[in-house]
C-alpha cells in the first residue's frame, strides 16, 4: 500500500470480508497522502448477507481497532 502512495497515488484503499462462523465481517484500511503527514483509517463492521452494515466494530484508534478484528476473526496471515 505504501509503495502505491509513494508512486503517486494520494489514496489506497483495501477492503476485505470475512465470514466467521455465521457471522459476516468488513475490514476497510484507507491510507491518504493528501496532507504532509498523511493519514491511515480502519474500520471493522460486522454485515449482513446482502453487505449492510449491522453494527459498527471500529474502535477510537487503529490500534484498538486492530486488537477487536484480532479478538473477533483471529490474527490476519498476509499470503506468501
Do not use: W
Amino acid at each position: 500500500m505504501d509503495a502505491y502512495i509513494r508512486n503517486g497515488a494520494d489514496v489506497m484503499t483495501i477492503e476485505r470480508e470475512f465470514v466467521v462462523g455465521s457471522n459476516r465481517y468488513r475490514i476497510i484500511l484507507k491510507r491518504s497522502n493528501r496532507t504532509s503527514r498523511g493519514s491511515t483509517t480502519l474500520q471493522f463492521c460486522e454485515i449482513d448477507g446482502k453487505g449492510s452494515v449491522v453494527q459498527d466494530l471500529t474502535r477510537g484508534n487503529i490500534d484498538d481497532t486492530r486488537d477487536i478484528i484480532i479478538q473477533t476473526i483471529g490474527p490476519i496471515r498476509h499470503p506468501c
